[in-house]
């Protein structure tokens, strides 16, 4: 049967496929002739064109291409050298992207949804894209919703809080509308695809609704800061420079606009911006090595500053697996098991609990069953009814019936040697409207958790990198506390149950306890909320529907790949071999990034600040600038170049303190301070010799090694403590900056001339700026201290 029916802007024929069958491989392939499939563009990541774009046209990159056209013209082909800099920095920008790019592209292949269809009779496992305009698609717990469908068989619980932000379980039945971006919490069903691709729901909400709110980066705002900044200064200065030059001194226009263009250079910190982006893009490639999907670039930054994780017990604490220890009956109940096996094999519940029980009983359909609620986060347990028996349901003591006195000591007794109890409970009534009938207590099943066997090695490590953990459970808080005990979860005895507790019970628990069960979604957002809000970096795992929300309120959700696709749609990463052993790899590499973009953007910025000075400074004093372009291609290589291409990869796993822009600030103004003393003291000693300034090479030179020199000294300063990798980069700075202004044709190359007579007075220049460099760094690491 066909009906007419328009999509998008045609008319198209509409299938009633059978229920059962589905449609035809024939029906299919129109479908797909037509173009009526699943599939939405999205690219992972940035697209291509966006990687070329975002490094090519940057703001410094036009400025010195404009600088480079400059010298072209002018003819000044020597001082066209810095140019180097730029494209290779551009270059390795934009490879370091695409390789993090295609890391990404082949993982998230291997974590992409997949749909159940049925066609031509027989269930298929097809991509989300592969769905067709009128396919049958099966949906079961922890699914996603990939289309707006119609179910027009069975009965499920969906979640819509991507949509709707709230996470209250609604019931979808025969004839009811599945909306695409909401989740199934319980239950199974058969759905008639409605829409696809664009034409579903979430494709038309704004993308601020159905997206998940990106990590802010501090990072890169900090660095957009910096560019706005120098933006407003370096057009000023350069003028500056250029009048002073022309009209003060008498310069000629030419060597005028060489003294411009030196000035504006130096003030340009080439490559701080690529190389943020070049290590954060390694991070990725080397994250994607160890089977971690960063779906958000910036989340590396986020976990780099994490100092509190939260964590459920399943799938962390313990590997996920659990077994039946002991059944423990309560009162007569006649076939007993074989109620289990069909209890089981009705509900086809499959979290790990009912996999234990499984395991236990068998599942079976020999029993007519005449009703059924599965098992939700919420309920916390799940019932059958079966003609001519009577109802059987099991879940959390208190939550599927509440257990006598008795029940409730054995219960505790269990829980205080880290088991998970669930009470069994007969009537035999029915289950009428949802509602379970008057329940006795038949048994308690005793299920035991399998502990990671790395799992205290993984929280020592968290304990001794200054990350506290919390557990957020919804099982038995003493079940949890003892467990998080037997690994090593400090403060694991500060436990407490949020069943039936307020916002503002659970907001004031929120920094009181370590441990928190009986926990439902909306409690978990609200605590990782209120942990954000008392000045924690937050990081949450997750993997399942009930986590989302929480995910989407953390700074940085981590999901493994063996969760539902809930929660790896929210996640900023996801670990894809469902490993928590994972995670000190992750925040060691996040934490190394960060450190280390630090790091070397005060290197950048140390040249960056000494040339404003030194330009401020001329323009006091009225005279011309004394560096063209190629007079600082020894710093702009040899001390911050290379030098912060090799720091930008070390190994550093220390805490994040502070803030970016304050932390470089004291770093990098003692730093550029002290190179402009080292020419200001060169500057007083010409001028008291009768030296001219401008235009003089000799003046030049020494103000040219003695800056370079003070480069090296503030390198080495922050290279300390050496390592076999930072005590080589400054030596070989040192060393090969040297050589540079006594290679002759080096020499010549640069305008540099023999200062040798004059060594002295760069020696002074030199014990200035080691003392105003190491006064910065005992500073800063007060600072650090504080923080």
């Not at 045609?10 to 299938?15: D, E, G, M, S, Y």
């Not at 410094?60 to 600088?67: E, R």
């Not at 503002?504 to 954000?532: C, H, M, W």
């Not at 960060?594 to 030194?614: A, P």
Request: net charge neutral.
């Amino acid at each position: 049967m066909k009906k007419q029916q328009t999509v998008g802007a045609f008319q198209v024929q509409r299938f009633a496929p059978d229920v059962h069958v589905g449609l035809s491989q024939q029906q299919v392939n129109e479908r797909k002739a037509q173009n009526l499939t699943n599939k939405v563009e999205r690219t992972v990541g940035k697209s291509y064109a966006s990687i070329f774009i975002d490094n090519i046209f940057t703001f410094f990159n036009m400025l010195g291409l404009s600088i480079m056209v400059l010298m072209f013209v002018l003819g000044s082909f020597g001082n066209l050298f810095f140019s180097v800099v730029i494209l290779a920095n551009t270059a390795i920008g934009i490879i370091q992207e695409i390789k993090a790019k295609k890391s990404i592209e082949k993982l998230s292949i291997m974590s992409a949804p997949t749909a159940k269809v049925l066609r031509d009779g027989v269930e298929r496992e097809v991509s989300v894209g592969d769905v067709v305009l009128d396919d049958i698609v099966r949906f079961e717990a922890g699914k996603q919703i990939i289309a707006d469908c119609e179910v027009v068989d069975g009965e499920i619980e969906v979640n819509e809080a991507l949509l709707t932000g709230e996470s209250v379980a609604i019931k979808k039945r025969k004839g009811d509308t599945l909306l695409s971006g909401s989740f199934v919490v319980s239950g199974t069903c058969l759905a008639k695809a409605e829409h696809v691709g664009n034409e579903n729901y979430v494709e038309k909400l704004s993308s601020k609704a159905k997206k998940y709110q990106k990590p802010k980066s501090e990072l890169m705002g900090s660095i957009k800061l910096i560019i706005r900044v120098l933006a407003y200064i370096i057009f000023p200065l350069g003028i500056g420079t250029f009048c002073v030059a022309h009209f003060v001194q008498g310069d000629s226009v030419v060597n005028a606009l060489l003294s411009m263009a030196g000035s504006m250079i130096g003030m340009i910190p080439s490559g701080m911006v690529l190389l943020t982006s070049v290590a954060l893009a390694v991070s990725v490639i080397k994250l994607a090595r160890n089977k971690a999907l960063v779906q958000d670039l910036y989340c590396i930054e986020m976990l780099a500053r994490v100092n509190v994780l939260c964590l459920d017990k399943t799938g962390t604490i313990t590997d996920g697996t659990m077994s039946v220890e002991k059944v423990q009956m309560l009162g007569e109940c006649k076939e007993f098991k074989q109620l289990m096996a069909n209890y089981l094999g009705a509900t086809a519940d499959s979290n790990q609990s009912a996999l234990a029980m499984a395991n236990e009983f068998g599942r079976q359909t020999v029993f007519t069953s005449n009703g059924i609620i599965p098992f939700s986060s919420a309920r916390k347990y799940s019932a059958a009814s079966f003609e001519g028996y009577g109802t059987i349901a099991v879940g959390a003591p208190g939550f599927v019936m509440k257990p006598s006195d008795a029940t409730a000591q054995k219960v505790e007794d269990y829980a205080k040697q880290g088991k998970r109890v669930l009470l069994v409970g007969f009537s035999k009534e029915c289950i009428k409207d949802e509602t379970l009938p008057q329940l006795d207590e038949v048994a308690l099943i005793v299920i035991e958790d399998t502990v990671r066997e790395d799992a205290i090695e993984i929280i020592n490590w968290f304990k001794n990198n200054d990350v506290s953990v919390k557990v957020i459970s919804g099982d038995n808080p003493l079940t949890v506390s003892v467990i998080a005990g037997k690994v090593g979860i400090e403060n694991a005895e500060k436990y407490i149950s949020l069943e039936g507790l307020s916002d503002a019970e659970v907001i004031e628990a929120a920094s009181q306890y370590t441990v928190f069960g009986r926990v439902n979604p909306d409690q978990k957002a609200l605590l990782i909320k209120t942990i954000k809000s008392n000045g924690n970096t937050v990081a949450m795992t997750g993997d399942g529907v009930n986590d989302i929300l929480a995910m989407k309120e953390a700074d940085c959700a981590v999901a493994i790949a063996a969760g539902s696709e809930a929660a790896r749609s929210v996640a900023h990463l996801v670990l894809m071999d469902s490993k928590f052993s994972s995670m000190p790899k992750v925040v060691r590499e996040g934490r190394q990034v960060v450190n280390n973009i630090q790091n070397s953007s005060s290197l950048f910025l140390m040249k960056t600040t000494m040339t404003i000075f030194t330009t401020i400074l001329m323009i006091i004093l009225g005279q011309s600038y004394p560096f063209q372009p190629k007079n600082l291609y020894i710093i702009e290589f040899l001390v911050i170049g290379i030098p912060s291409f090799v720091l930008a990869l070390r190994t550093n796993n220390d805490l994040i303190k502070g803030r970016f822009i304050s932390n470089t600030l004291v770093k990098t103004l003692p730093s550029g301070l002290s190179l402009s003393l080292a020419v200001l003291i060169v500057y007083i000693y010409c001028s008291a010799n009768g030296m001219t300034i401008s235009g003089n090479p000799v003046f030049t030179t020494m103000s040219a090694m003695a800056m370079t020199l003070a480069g090296v000294v503030a390198l080495a300063v922050m290279c300390f403590p050496f390592t076999k990798v930072t005590g080589p980069v400054a030596l070989l700075s040192g060393i090969a900056s040297v050589a540079c202004f006594v290679i002759p044709f080096i020499a010549d190359f640069m305008d540099y001339v023999n200062v040798s007579a004059y060594y002295g007075i760069i020696g002074v220049c030199l014990a200035a700026a080691l003392i105003i460099i190491i006064a910065g760094r005992i500073i800063y690491d007060k600072k650090t201290k504080k923080c």
